[in-house]
């Protein structure tokens, strides 16, 4: 399969991306409202913009604090 | 009966602390990515430039039951992972958090508590795996050729049953613990006892992680049923949920 | 109201009651009493039917706390000493669960938590998370919850004791205002609360009921005179506490840096020698007064007796 060949299929990651995004801008909107996590802000920050779907995730289920 | 206003705060509860976006969002992108990365692998590796001519000519094409496979891997694996996860606070974290004591002081009777939970994460497993479903049959349709809706839609009714096997045995084991830290840490036992007691030659013939072969051979046309191991599913479900409750009716929260 | 015969509750060698004898009249606000691990949570939580007791008999409304669990829910409200909400849901919200689950209709629960929501004044944060509620706000919200369904008993465990002064007054309040809607068993360990609000007192002590009385009929009886004297200096005061309670007309004798509280026996020869001793210690005094005396007077008193014996 040439370059060009996989180029077609890419629109197929599309839904995938968003979703993606979707749970990025979730965890970062819960992030920023929320007074206190469990370890440092920033750091889960850094967890969830850079570490792709895992972070956010990790970060909803370790990172919240009850209030 | 209160169960349904019980139910309703759940779903409720689920929905705003995200829980719910969580099991969606994790099982849909299996959906997706699975006849993906079934599809891509084998052009990947053969595009690797080093690779010798011979060895790149072995790699078979790829073809609609490694999208299949792939997508009940990844679900009896992070799908299972996803149901211990979500459901191990389930009842520990209201004992912790005092809520339960506050809530069993109105008409809630303990039974409908549990049930409630249960049938919460029920909603959102079945919902969420829908969804991937979806998803899955039609990228499959797509990359690959039409899968049968109704044997493929076996599939996901086993691979849910199997889920529900794990949040009835996950919801337990919160039940059982006093806290938190205790119930995660009796959840990924129970987690490995099942697992592990399925994976075991004879007697995983019995065992829920039997059904993901089972939901897959059927998918794809075959047959070879593991009627055993569906009805020993719905048995450590109706038994783990009845143990809950005689645990929790006793104990004081 | 509430019946409580001979209530036993062990958690494996430790007694947290033993024996509790207790009996609560329909209408009254009745006063809880006594020191930390005495035995007062453990109570209420029997009564909700939340935790049974080892023995004996608890009863309210003539339903048995352990049996008729659901139905004892309707009758009673109750208002744990931390009260714990769901930190995603609004005051309004929780209310409105609760009023479902006492199966009122739609309209009855929005008007029932609008009205409850204005009496412990959370309606303009009626909207908020609970979440980030302060603990004066989630004790309200736990009264307005314990009062959704119109019980009558209502069981709060040291309602106050957590409360800024403002937030205290606040509280004990709205628990005088109830006075002739519901019976209301009210713990504590804080006394002048319990004095300010409460017409019936039962002071507990190691799982037993020491005494249980009409709050005045209570000072008559125990109350006995008290002076307080305040010292120049917490050395002297010391020094002069210290042969104070060697006198046999001192019942007790509290310090507190310099401050000399002294319960007696004999009020006339207290009075003919109390000031003589401060003067034979060398005491210079700022302050000296026959104080009126309060029910943690009585408490000390009786708790102390107990412990005694």
Redo the contacts between chains.
């Keep these: ?1 040439e370059l060009s060949e ?1 180029q077609q ?1 890419l629109p ?2 599309i ?2 991306i968003v ?2 995004l ?2 990025m801008i ?1 965890a970062l909107v ?1 992030l920023l409202k929320r ?1 206190e996590t469990r370890g440092p802000k920033w750091a889960w920050l850094l967890v969830i913009v850079l570490v792709n ?1 895992i972070g956010p ?1 990790v970060y ?2 370790i990172g919240r604090k ?2 | 009966m209160n169960f349904f206003s019980v139910l309703r705060k759940e779903l409720t509860e689920q929905w705003r602390t995200k829980r719910f976006l969580i099991v969606a969002a994790v099982l849909a992108a299996f959906g997706l990515t699975s006849p993906l990365l079934a599809k891509f692998t084998p052009e990947l590796l053969k595009s690797i430039p080093d690779m010798p001519a011979g060895l790149a000519e072995m790699i078979p094409a790829p073809t609609v039951a490694d999208a299949v496979g792939q997508y009940v891997k990844n679900m009896s694996q992070f799908g299972i992972l996803l149901a211990v996860l979500m459901s191990m606070g389930a009842v520990a974290q209201e004992k912790e958090r005092g809520t339960a004591a506050m809530m069993l002081a109105h008409p809630v009777s303990r039974l409908d508590f549990l049930m409630a939970k249960f049938a919460a994460l029920a909603v959102a497993f079945a919902v969420s795996l829908a969804v991937a479903a979806l998803g899955c049959w039609y990228y499959t349709l797509l990359l690959f050729e039409p899968l049968a809706w109704g044997p493929f839609l076996a599939l996901n009714g086993l691979m849910l049953l199997v889920f529900l096997v794990y949040i009835a045995v996950t919801l337990l084991c919160s039940t059982l613990a006093r806290t938190q830290g205790a119930a995660a840490g009796l959840a990924f036992a129970g987690l490995v006892l099942v697992a592990g007691v399925g994976s075991l030659p004879r007697v995983g013939e019995y065992f829920p992680g039997r059904l993901f072969e089972w939901g897959m051979v059927l998918a794809l046309g075959g047959g070879d049923p593991a009627w055993p191991a569906f009805w020993v599913s719905l048995g450590m479900i109706a038994a783990a949920l009845a143990a809950a409750w005689l645990v929790f009716r006793r104990q004081e929260v | 109201m509430i019946q409580i015969e001979n209530l036993h509750k062990h958690y494996g060698s430790i007694r947290a009651l033993d024996g509790l004898d207790m009996t609560v009249e329909a209408g009254t606000i009745f006063g809880f009493l006594g020191p930390n691990g005495a035995g007062k949570t453990t109570t209420l939580r029997i009564l909700s039917g939340l935790a049974r007791g080892t023995a004996g008999r608890a009863a309210v409304a003539g339903l048995d706390a352990s049996a008729d669990r659901r139905a004892l829910s309707r009758r009673i409200g109750c208002l744990p000493e931390e009260p714990a909400f769901y930190p995603w849901m609004t005051p309004r919200e929780f209310l409105d669960y609760l009023a479902r689950l006492h199966g009122l209709s739609s309209a009855d629960r929005s008007r029932q938590t609008r009205e409850l929501l204005d009496l412990v004044s959370l309606a303009e944060a009626g909207k908020r998370r609970i979440g980030g509620f302060s603990r004066g706000m989630r004790q309200r919200l736990g009264l307005a919850a314990a009062l959704v369904h119109k019980p009558e008993v209502l069981l709060l465990d040291e309602p106050v004791s957590a409360l800024d002064p403002i937030g205290r007054k606040e509280m004990l309040t709205l628990i005088e205002d109830l006075r002739g809607q519901c019976t209301v068993l009210m713990s504590s360990h804080i006394l002048a609360d319990v004095e300010r609000v409460c017409s019936v007192v039962g002071i507990i002590a190691r799982g037993r009921m020491v005494i249980q009385s009409p709050r005045e009929e209570l000072m008559e009886r125990y109350a006995r005179p008290v002076f307080e004297a305040e010292a120049a200096d917490a050395a002297s005061a010391s020094r002069w506490a210290d042969r104070l309670r060697v006198q046999p007309w001192a019942a007790a004798v509290k310090l507190e840096n310099a401050v000399v509280r002294v319960t007696v026996n004999d009020i006339a020869r207290a009075r003919r020698e109390i000031l003589p001793s401060a003067v034979a210690q060398e005491v210079i005094l700022r302050r000296f007064e026959e104080a009126r005396p309060s029910l943690e007077d009585v408490f000390l008193q009786l708790v102390g007796k107990e412990a005694a014996q």
Excluded: Q
């Design positions: 399969m996989i299929y197929f990651l839904p995938v979703i993606e979707a749970l979730a819960d007074e779907f995730i909803f289920v009850d209030e």
